[in-house]
Each structure stands twice: as structure tokens, then as C-alpha cells.
């Protein structure tokens, strides 16, 4: 893993050890006044679909994340505060957690019971005093009273190590469960060092900073105690505060920084600006526009820096960690996205993993990064084009061809069953079996051509040829082998065995079989089938099952929406965006995996980096795909996404363009679009067929699709309603 080296967190003191040196560089570090107005979020109040809410505030850089449930608790990994009512009504109901209906991961939730409710709102926000990989978080707790009749409200916020599982361990936490805390003032202290701040008007216990000694991960001896009589619709606020990590600097200094106000406004400015960047999305579905910036916040918050360069990650909390398999979604979907420094960024960390032979290897015999290196580089390159950008790449893609072809030259010479692809392998992951693995042959045949497309936009033709020529003898040897393997599909393994991992991949993204190939149809609808619903229906076309047929997938299935999509079945990969976006938590993102039943996911929380980057591209390409020799236009659009879907700032590899779907009468749509030097192709929803266009040098193919010369920005047609019976009527 590459790792950052932590500045001001250290234990042992380090730099800010003096607590008046400290409270000065947090002062010239952190107390900046704001310099615009920052208007306060609104949350997004969604249901929760798994079993135990939980969300993630970070920043893009930090080491940790703050894990924000389950139940009323937030925490960075070596202390958490717990909050509960103290109420003779009963037990207080917690809701889910929620972020801002901007996407902004600021994030709320409520305790209520039947005479009192509490509002909780959290922002989290990188401190240069604190270190460049720490975080502050502030939390304001407003208390209402709700019953006619005057009462005391009692709330308790009680410092642990970290929530009730399922809650993350951090790599780097305090390797003790003994905890000697004490109340310093209204800051608490774990084992030396400071750990919260409380608002200065309750009641700390056990009073007079004697130190006690507790065990274990649960609830320690420290709480504080917010008490207040209050009448029908009157509130009390209270505030605390945390450092990500604990620290020695004084609490005194970090207190002046934590104000909430503060802390809220620097969180929801320094988000905006992030999603600001990205390309925005607007549909007449407003919670595919939800969940488009929710997978960008986690995308992004799903990153380390490493000696200066950005290092993407698996997720917030357990996946802090780098694996080719995920690091090339997240490159492409970044890409796509219109965040095209992270991307670049990225992927240019990618090469760090290339061994002295020319494999690029983040895991032990998985030897698909290989090729899913190379698509990243091209992905980075080519969204939108960088001759220079591709240039950088050359040094690194000409040894890993080497290493490819290497690989499947010594499978020709030792009279292998299955000659010319690359040798047996384990990756102990996912395909659980040790076998030649078809994804692994699908990733070459797709990073081969990347490196040629690189290649020819760097200028070098002989390497783009070289390539190429690779790319049509691996496309050969693996024909041969689909053809002796005695699979009616496309099998995980040449010999049969493994579960369906990187054999998805074979029709998008690496495209080795044409997306109208029989084998992906038959493909598709034997996974497809072992879901409850596949089951129970014998067709569905939503989330697939790894494993157990009953434990879902977020992101395995994503690859067969997308053939779905390029193969003319954009209701398939319609049902799977629905699909993926209802089995999402209540901010929007997606665990890896979860119990169909009951939306239980053990210890491998949300959000999934790699789920997030399988839903942008998936809605990206619905609007706007640039994979075939042209542009193309809702490939995925229905006829509601026609009544007013906009894309802007969309990189293309044939240049960033916006793109807009309406529809200015019910039998006339209109598609505009940045004109480009590419033909253009616009698909007609499914319901309908295009009986005339006035636009010239458009034509009418099929009823199904527009065709524009290149250099055209837009294209009218009128529509007629498809006679029962015609595909795609209805859908």
C-alpha cells in the first residue's frame, strides 16, 4: 500500500508537542475568515436500505474518515461520541443518516422521542495544524421540545473508542483496549492525549479530571450532560468537537477553530467547489442526479496522497488500500466525470506498481492489472486528449507489452491446452480458483488496445502498430480457446472453474466480443438468473448475486448493464441503474455486498469506491458514449430522460462537449450537442420510432436511430408511438 507519511498526528508529539506553539500555528493555519457567503444544506431525507446506516465524512488527502452510525454515534477510529436521550417516555428512535440535497456530505440525523426530538448536523474539514492527513469535526446538537406540557430535556453524549460493530479498525489506530481518561476543563483526554471538546455549559462526569481506567472498544467512563426545561417548540443547542486522530495540541486552540458555523461553512464550500468541477447532470429523474453527485463524493473522498501525488482508494474506511481491479474504474469514472487532474492523477500513481519485468501487480497473481493499467492510462489520456499526457505513459506501456507478450508466448511453447493466453493464476480474490483465468486474458486484449490507442495519440506509430498486432493475436488465441473450452457462454476460467469475476468484462469494457456475440446474451442471462429475482422470474436484469444467490453484488453486474446498453437493450441497463440506486444507503452509497433479505453487510461498509464508478460511467454512457467509431446519444434515454436531460463539460475522445435531450412538442425531440469531428448517432427511445427529421443531412436508419454527419450540433425528429409487440415498445 502506498502510504502517507502523518505530519502533526504523531504520538509522540512531533512538531506541535508545545501546547502555546500549537495553539499559535493553529491560529495562522486555520483561522482564516470566510471569504464568501456559503448558504447552509438542506438534507436529502431518503430511506435507508441496508441494515445498519452508516456514512462517511472525509476529505480527499486525509487518512481516515469520520464513520457516522449506526445509531446516534460518530467517530475516527481511536475515540467516538455516543449520544442518547435520558427520557422517561421511553427509548429514543434514531433515524438514518442523510447528506445535503446538493450532494454536499455534511451529514444529519435525529433521536426522537415522544415529548422531545434532537437534530444532529456534523461537517468534517481538514486542519493544516492538525496535520495534513488529520480532520476536525464539528457536531451541533439542537434539542426541541415537543409535548404540550413543559419538560427537561436530558442528552447524554458519552465517549467510547468507536461504535457498536460493524464499525472499522484504521490501520494505524492505538493498538490497546486500555483507556486512562479524564476531563481536562471541557476536554477530554484517552491515554495522554486530547480526544473531544464539549460545549462548556454541561455537565461532565465523572467531574474534578480525575483519570479512570476502562477497557474495550465500548462506552468509557466520560460523558457529558446537556440538561434543559424547556416549553412546547423551544430548543437548546449544544456543540462538540473531534479530532480525527488524537493529538497533543492544545484544546484550548482547537476549540477557537471548531466552531460550527465555521466548520459547516468550510465543508460545504470546499465540496461545492469539488463538485462544481465535475460535469454537471440534470435528468427529469432527480434521484439519478442525487445519486450521480453522491458517487462523485465518494469517488473523491476516496482518495490519499502519497509524496505528492493522489492515490485512489477502495473506500473510506476498511479499503484504504490500492487494487488495480478498482483503481482503473475509479480512474475512468473521474475521467468521464470531468475531474480530469484527479484522474490523471491517479492513474499516474498507477505506474508506482510496475515490477522490474513489465507486469503492473497491486496483488499477488492477479494478473489482469496488467491491462487494466493500461485502459487507465488511456482513459486519463484520451478524456479529453492529451498528446503530452500520452507521452508520459510510453516508458510504462512499452515494458508491460513486453511482459504480455512474454506471458503468452511461453503458453504457445509448452503445448498448453489453451495456447497463446496468459498462464495460470491465483488471485485469492473474487475468482477463487487457481486457473487460467479468462478476465485476465479479456484485460490484455483490452490494455493492448489502449496502449495502441496511447500510442498513436503520442505520435509513435510503430508502437501503436506493434500493439495492434498484439491485439489481433490475442484476440485469436482467445477465440480458440472459447471455442475449445466447451462453455456455451463465456466461462470465469478457460478451464471451467471460478466464479464469474473478470469474464463480465468481456463484452464492456474491454470489448473483445462484439456486444450482438450470442455467448454474451447466454452470459448475461445465467448470471442474471441466480438472483432472488432471476430466480423466482427467470429473467431481472438488477443486481447479481456473488457467492450465495441471496447475497448481492453493487458493482459485479455493472459490465452486463453496459453490454446491455451498447448491445440495444437500454432497459436492461435502465432496470440496473434502478436496481443499484434502491439498494443504496440512505446518503446514496453502495456496500460491496449485502444480504438480499435483510440488507446486512458484516464488516465491509459502505460506500464502495468501485460501485460509485460503475454508476457514473453507467449514466454517463446512457447520455453520451464515445466506445465505437462514433458519438452517440441517449443510448440509455427513455422518454422521460427526452422531456429535459443535460450534460455539460462531458469529455469525449472527441473533445469535451455538452449535451441536451428535450423534447419541444409530444412528437418532436431535439438532441444538441457541442458539435465534433466524429459522425454522430442518436438513439430513439424505446416506445417510439423517428418518422421524419427536418434536420439536414440527418437520416432516419431503422426507426431506431438519427444519424448526423460530423460538424452538426443538433437534430429534430418527429416520433410516432411503436405498434404493440415492436421491441422496445413500452419499455
Known amino acids: 500500500m502506498l502510504r502517507c507519511a502523518a505530519l502533526a498526528h504523531d504520538r509522540s508529539g512531533g512538531p506541535l508537542r508545545r501546547p502555546l506553539l500549537a495553539a499559535l500555528l493553529l491560529t495562522l493555519a486555520c483561522d482564516r475568515a470566510p471569504r464568501t457567503v456559503v448558504a447552509p444544506g438542506e438534507p436529502l431525507v431518503l430511506p435507508e436500505h441496508y441494515a445498519r446506516s452508516i456514512a462517511a465524512l472525509g476529505m480527499p488527502g486525509a487518512h481516515r474518515a469520520f464513520q457516522v452510525g449506526h445509531d446516534s454515534v460518530i467517530g475516527g477510529g481511536d475515540a467516538a461520541i455516543a449520544w442518547r436521550l435520558i427520557d422517561d417516555a421511553g427509548a429514543a428512535r434514531v433515524s438514518p443518516v442523510w447528506f445535503e440535497r446538493d450532494g454536499v ?86 491515554n495522554g492525549l486530547l480526544v473531544a471538546g464539549v460545549d462548556p455549559t454541561l455537565t461532565l462526569t465523572p467531574a474534578g479530571g480525575a483519570a479512570t481506567l476502562t477497557r474495550g472498544a465500548g462506552p468509557g467512563a466520560l460523558a457529558a450532560i446537556g440538561r434543559a ?19 497533543r495540541v492544545a484544546g484550548v486552540g482547537i476549540e477557537r477553530l471548531a466552531g460550527h458555523a465555521r ?146 508466448e511461453l503458453t504457445a511453447r509448452i503445448d498448453m491446452r489453451f495456447p497463446g493466453v496468459l498462464p ?84 464492456y469494457p474491454t470489448r473483445v466480443l462484439a456486444p450482438d456475440d450470442p455467448r454474451l446474451e447466454r452470459l448475461a442471462r445465467r448470471v442474471r438468473a441466480r438472483t432472488p429475482r432471476g430466480a423466482a422470474t427467470g429473467t431481472g436484469a438488477g443486481l447479481v448475486s456473488y457467492g450465495p444467490a441471496d447475497t448481492l453484488h453493487s458493482y459485479l453486474g455493472t459490465d452486463l448493464a453496459q453490454w446491455s446498453l451498447f448491445a440495444g437493450r437500454p432497459a436492461e441497463a435502465r432496470a440496473y441503474l434502478a436496481d443499484l440506486i434502491a439498494h443504496g444507503s440512505s446518503t446514496l452509497g453502495q456496500a460491496e455486498l449485502f444480504a438480499w433479505r435483510d440488507g446486512a453487510f458484516g464488516a465491509n461498509l459502505p460506500p464502495h469506491a468501485t460501485a460509485a464508478a460503475g454508476l457514473v460511467d453507467l449514466v454517463r454512457n446512457m447520455v453520451v458514449a464515445d466506445d465505437r467509431d462514433t458519438l452517440e446519444l441517449a443510448l440509455g434515454a427513455d422518454r422521460a430522460w427526452w422531456r429535459g436531460t443535460r450534460l455539460e463539460r462531458a469529455p469525449t475522445r472527441f473533445g469535451t462537449i455538452d449535451v441536451t435531450l428535450e423534447a419541444p412538442a409530444s412528437d418532436m425531440r431535439r438532441a444538441r450537442w457541442t458539435p465534433v469531428e466524429a459522425p454522430v448517432r442518436v438513439r430513439v427511445a424505446d416506445g417510439e420510432r423517428a418518422i421524419q427529421t427536418p434536420t439536414p443531412g440527418a437520416r432516419i436508419v431503422d426507426g431506431r436511430w438519427i444519424e448526423c454527419p460530423p460538424r452538426v450540433g443538433a437534430v429534430e425528429f418527429r416520433v410516432a408511438a411503436d405498434p404493440p409487440g415492436a421491441r422496445g415498445a413500452g419499455s
Not at 147 to 162: I, K, Q, Y
Not at 229 to 247: F, I, Q, S
Not at 277 to 289: G, M, Q, Y
Open 105 to 190: 456530505p455534511v451529514a444529519h440525523w435525529s433521536m426522537a422521542t415522544a415529548r422531545e426530538s434532537v437534530a444532529f448536523e456534523a461537517a468534517a474539514v481538514p486542519c493544516a495544524a492538525l496535520g495534513d492527513t488529520s480532520l476536525l469535526v464539528s457536531i451541533e446538537a439542537i434539542v426541541t421540545w415537543r409535548d404540550a406540557v413543559p419538560g427537561a430535556s436530558t442528552l447524554e453524549a458519552r465517549l467510547a473508542t468507536r461504535a457498536d460493530p460493524p464499525a472499522v479498525i484504521p490501520w494505524d489506530a492505538e493498538d490497546t483496549d486500555r483507556h486512562e481518561e479524564r476531563w481536562n476543563g471541557r476536554f477530554a483526554y484517552r
Open 229 to 247: 426545561t424547556l416549553a412546547r417548540g423551544e430548543t437548546r443547542r449544544w456543540h462538540y468537537w473531534m479530532p480525527v486522530y488524537p493529538t
Open 263 to 408: 466548520v459547516a461553512h468550510d465543508a460545504r464550500a470546499a465540496w461545492r467547489d469539488w463538485l462544481a468541477h465535475a460535469a454537471p447532470l440534470a435528468t427529469p429523474d432527480s434521484l439519478v442526479n442525487a445519486a450521480w453527485r453522491a458517487a462523485l463524493v465518494t469517488l473523491i473522498v476516496s482518495h490519499e496522497k502519497d509524496a505528492g501525488d493522489w492515490v485512489p482508494l477502495g473506500n473510506p474506511f476498511q479499503y484504504r488500500d490500492v487494487w488495480l481491479r478498482d483503481a482503473a474504474r475509479s480512474v475512468r469514472a473521474l475521467a468521464v466525470a470531468g475531474l480530469t487532474d484527479l484522474a490523471r492523477g491517479d492513474a499516474w500513481t498507477l505506474r508506482r506498481f510496475q515490477l522490474p519485468n513489465g507486469a503492473l501487480l497491486s496483488q499477488k497473481s492477479q494478473l489482469d492489472g496488467t491491462g487494466e493499467a493500461l485502459w487507465a492510462f488511456a482513459q486519463a489520456a484520451m478524456l479529453p486528449p492529451s498528446r503530452e499526457w500520452a507521452i508520459r505513459t510510453l516508458p510504462t506501456v512499452r515494458r508491460a507489452l513486453d511482459w504480455l507478450e512474454v506471458q503468452r
Open 424 to 507: 495460470y493464476a491465483d488471485p485469492h480474490d473474487n475468482e477463487l480458483v487457481r486457473a487460467e483465468l479468462v478476465g485476465d486474458d479479456a484485460w490484455a486484449i483490452g490494455g493492448a488496445a489502449a496502449a495502441a490507442r496511447l500510442a498513436r495519440l503520442a505520435g509513435d506509430d510503430a508502437l501503436a502498430s506493434r500493439a495492434l498486432d498484439a491485439v489481433v493475436a490475442h484476440r485469436r488465441a482467445f477465440a480458440a480457446a472459447l471455442d475449445h473450452c466447451g462453455s456455451p457462454d463465456v466461462p470465469p476460467s478457460w478451464q471451467g472453474v471460478g466464479r464469474d469475476w473478470g469474464n463480465l468484462t468481456v463484452g
